[in-house]
């Protein structure tokens, strides 16, 4: 029996995505896509059929869009602050509180006003003068639990960490969602009354179809790219989990990522980057760089590439030639820096001394966030290129993409060699280096052009 989804990708040249074929009960639809020369998406369509059109100015912000399926037949024209503060989307127009988070919204006469807290968490959202009004409540980790209209319960969360939902309750019953190691999106979902499902997502994590234990589809939503719903078969099924993995908001029109609401109507975040600049898109409200289509924030956090290190695989202990003593000892538990405080002292010690002489017992590698889900690093056998971010710690610090591919290009992999016996010491953390200081020069090359 065929699945109840698939999707399949085709990539240009340049690795973005131009044409996707879904699969639903067996019914094929193919959308295409095409870009800009900034990478933005420009248009798509579904079977032929226009669902997206967009232009943008020469600072990368959307001026014009054309969205009929979800946003009306009328072309919408856009306006910024010259802090790139939404002003107007069409006849919406849009105003910010003092730190730059959405406070007012006005369509068509009805006035929505939003509450949102210093550390970006929403409060309330009111439509004026219609008695209806939305409350917030979080636990002490500013992560959502509880949702309210006019004071009424109307759903609750369960969160395993700062993006996976554990479980959800929706005014009448209890869902719980399982998980595969390493994925952000639950597989499968069991509700109180012991209905069991499958979810099925598409590339960016959007919930596509959900499917009872006999493979019948019993829900699909069909998305515009910027997240807008354009058909939902089953609205009655209330599941929170919407475009690229987001905790949906129906009511609003948001997707809730890790730190910011999402407007699926503008393609635009409500608040600002907390990572200002180093976010990587000079845009602070821009969501994926307006590559909704390759791109996502599961952290609503804007970014570029990043360098991350992970633990090093000891299958049998097989891994500690190249080391020094005191790391290798550690490893093997000769010294327990939990029951020795001298071996805790010389262990802190040892690792800012081995972070700075390249020796840390880590791996380090490099991961684009461009869409395309490349990564680049250094191991024994050469180039390593099929690593899974999930089981990395990342660095603050954003790279532009494009120049560190300009950086990778440029720089060779070399010999590997882990602490330099028997020839020139090249490890994984000394490639990441030296990448680093090609990315730096080539940044001082295009600053004076």
Request: net charge negative.
């Amino acid at each position: 029996m065929a699945a109840p989804y698939t999707c399949d990708v085709r990539r240009g040249p340049d690795g973005r995505i131009v044409e996707k074929t879904e699969t639903v009960r067996g019914r094929k639809s193919t959308w295409t896509y095409a870009y800009d020369g900034g990478g933005r998406l420009a248009e798509a369509k579904l079977d032929g059929r226009l669902i997206c059109q967009c232009w943008y100015d020469r600072e990368g912000r959307r001026v014009r869009d054309y969205l009929p399926a979800t946003a009306g037949a009328n072309y919408r024209d856009y306006q910024y602050t010259p802090d790139n503060r939404l002003m107007r989307a069409g006849g919406g127009q849009y105003s910010h509180d003092e730190r730059g988070f959405r406070s007012i919204w006005s369509d068509k006469g009805v006035y929505t006003l939003y509450e949102y807290s210093p550390d970006y968490r929403l409060l309330k959202a009111e439509e004026e003068d219609r008695d209806k009004a939305f409350t917030f409540a979080h636990d002490e980790d500013g992560q959502r639990v509880a949702k309210y209209r006019n004071g009424q319960l109307v759903e609750a969360y369960q969160w395993l960490d700062f993006v996976r939902l554990a479980a959800f309750y929706d005014g009448r019953h209890q869902y719980e969602f399982a998980y595969r190691d390493g994925e952000r999106t639950p597989f499968a979902m069991r509700r109180d009354d012991g209905t069991v499902a499958g979810l099925f997502y598409d590339q960016v994590g959007s919930l596509r179809v959900v499917a009872d234990v006999d493979d019948n589809v019993i829900k699909e939503v069909l998305y515009d790219p910027f997240g807008g719903i354009i058909e939902d078969t089953n609205p009655d099924l209330r599941l929170p989990i919407g475009f690229a993995g987001g905790l949906h908001d129906r009511d609003l029109g948001f997707a809730r990522f890790g730190w910011r609401d999402y407007d699926v109507r503008t393609g635009r975040w409500t608040a600002p980057d907390p990572l200002g600049d180093k976010g990587g898109d000079l845009d602070w409200y821009g969501y994926c760089l307006d590559d909704p289509v390759n791109g996502v924030d599961p952290m609503g956090l804007e970014g570029g590439f990043r360098f991350g290190k992970r633990e090093l695989d000891m299958p049998g202990g097989k891994l500690l030639r190249g080391f020094g003593p005191a790391q290798a000892a550690t490893a093997l538990g000769m010294l327990n820096p939990a029951t020795f405080p001298l071996a805790r002292q010389m262990m802190k010690g040892a690792k800012r001394l081995d972070d700075k002489n390249n020796v840390e017992l880590v791996h380090e590698q490099g991961f684009y966030e461009d869409g395309t889900g490349d990564n680049i690093g250094l191991g024994q056998d050469g180039k390593m290129d099929g690593e899974d971010i999930n089981r990395y710690k990342l660095e603050d610090k954003v790279y532009d993409d494009k120049r560190m591919r300009r950086a990778e290009t440029s720089t060779p992999l070399g010999k590997y060699n882990a602490c330099g016996i028997g020839g020139e010491k090249n490890n994984c953390q000394d490639y990441a280096d030296r990448l680093r200081d090609r990315y730096e020069l080539l940044n001082r090359g295009d600053k004076m052009r």
